[in-house]
């Protein structure tokens, strides 16, 4: 196990670097770096740009347009896209529903689905939790009933991240109320345009709107939607959680964070001396630091592993310890921004003053960004759930 990067790996960085500078709207990497989210546009635009060089859809296989990269490479390109700053490729079509479809999908399936999942002409979203059925995601009840050549859906899904934009919805449905609830689940490809579909907006803490309940009364998915056989959608789902779960820990975007709050606390001067220059601040920073590289380390090792030959078909339990930290660091840097911010974070919590700037721009998204983030240790499966597979996976308790 070596987890340096080789000279080739690191050639292999500056390549992606040199392409990203060269090629990413300066508009939307100004956008970004101020803490805002991707719009739609933004994101379609970039994976275009990035499906034309063949690079949108990292971790496929060549003979679908993958760009044949190793574990590592695809880490590296992930960890440049996000520190540019730039949108990352969706990845409810590219990391969940694509290599779903690529595993266990027909070659009907394949041919029809995968280029727009490449190029982003069709924007997916993920329709697995319900109320009641979240952690306990097998307890799901959005019911799929065969008549005739389609299966006829009602039900609900929620926190459904951007269906507001989405042309399709994956969705686990139950088709079988009357076996062990893993065994009577299946895996359906829904156009969201479909009569009976209903999308309404829930608003989070930050006062953004990006999850939704997506309501369905009598859809009529056609029989060839469904992706692999009925009843076996568990074992799918499974599948895309693994893939969910490694790619969550966002390292090149907390590492590209730290560096900017280093610039920020240098030239920003607290009660007469730059921030830089006091210890409690200096402290949570080295300690930010220093627990992101242990986590890319983490990830390294996981990503070793799979390189030399590990088992794929199960996720590797390390990937809980991934997810787990990668959301604390992800915390952890709003946290650091709200405290470089100080007083200018807080005129977004007061209700008279919300969105009054009184700072420079980087501060209006420091206390939204906080709160929004609260998220994500709650989703891709949350920190109980993550520590629970960790207790029996992992030490064997
Ligand atoms: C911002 C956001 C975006 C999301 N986007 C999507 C999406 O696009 N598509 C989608 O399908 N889902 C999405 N989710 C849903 C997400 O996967 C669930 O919220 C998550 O799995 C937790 O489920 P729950 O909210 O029902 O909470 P519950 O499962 O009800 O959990 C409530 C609390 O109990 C704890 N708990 C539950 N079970 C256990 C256990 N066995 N051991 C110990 N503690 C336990 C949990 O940790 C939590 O603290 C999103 C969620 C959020 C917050």
């Known amino acids: 196990m070596d987890l340096k990067f080789t000279p080739e790996e690191e050639a292999f960085r500056q390549e992606v670097r040199d392409f990203i500078d060269a090629n ?3 508009e939307t990497r100004e956008h970004l770096k101020l803490g805002n989210a991707p719009t739609k546009e933004m994101t379609v635009q970039w994976q275009k740009i990035l499906n034309k060089k063949g690079w949108a859809t990292p971790r496929w296989p060549e003979e679908w347009g993958g760009p044949g990269w190793s574990v590592t490479q695809q880490y590296i390109f992930q960890q440049e896209n996000q520190s540019a700053p730039a949108p990352d490729p969706l990845g409810f079509g590219v990391n969940m529903v694509g290599p779903v479809i690529i595993q266990f999908g027909n070659e009907e399936q394949k041919k029809r689905f995968l280029p727009g999942i490449a190029n982003l002409d069709d ?23 065969r008549d005739g050549d389609h299966w006829v859906v009602n039900g609900q899904k929620t926190w459904t991240t951007l269906a507001q934009h989405a042309d399709w919805i994956f969705a686990l449905v139950r088709t079988d109320p009357d076996v062990k609830k893993q065994e009577g689940i299946s895996f359906l490809l829904i156009d969201m345009k479909s009569p009976g579909v209903e999308v309404h907006p829930i608003q989070t803490m930050d006062g953004g709107h990006e999850v939704n309940s997506v309501f369905f009364t009598d859809v009529r998915v056609p029989a060839e939607n469904m992706v692999g056989e009925v009843n076996k959608g568990w074992t799918y789902a499974k599948f895309l959680l693994g893939n969910e779960r490694l790619g969550a820990p966002r390292v090149g975007s907390s590492m590209a964070k730290l560096e900017e709050l ?15 220059d006091h210890p409690r601040f200096r402290d949570k920073f080295v300690e930010a630091q220093v627990e992101l590289k242990a986590l890319e380390m983490t990830v390294m090792r996981v990503l070793s592993g799979i390189e030399a030959g590990a088992d794929q078909s199960k996720p590797d339990p390390a990937t809980s310890v991934i997810k787990i930290k990668g959301a604390q660091m992800v915390q952890r840097m709003t946290e650091l921004y709200v405290e470089a911010a100080g007083e200018q974070a807080a005129p977004w919590l007061d209700a008279e003053g919300a969105n009054a700037q009184v700072g420079p721009d980087w501060t209006i998204r420091a206390a939204p960004n906080y709160f929004n983030m609260r998220k994500s240790s709650i989703y891709g499966g949350s920190d109980q759930v993550q520590k629970g597979i960790i207790s029996k996976a992992i030490l064997g308790l």
Do not use: H, M, N, Y
């Open 123 to 145: 924007w997916w979203c993920q329709g697995f939790s319900e109320p009641g059925a979240g952690s306990d995601l097998a307890g799901l009840k959005t019911r799929a009933v």
């Open 24 to 26: 990413l709207p300066a």
């Open 262 to 276: 280093k610039e920020i606390a240098k030239s920003r001067i607290v009660r007469g001396k730059p921030l830089w």
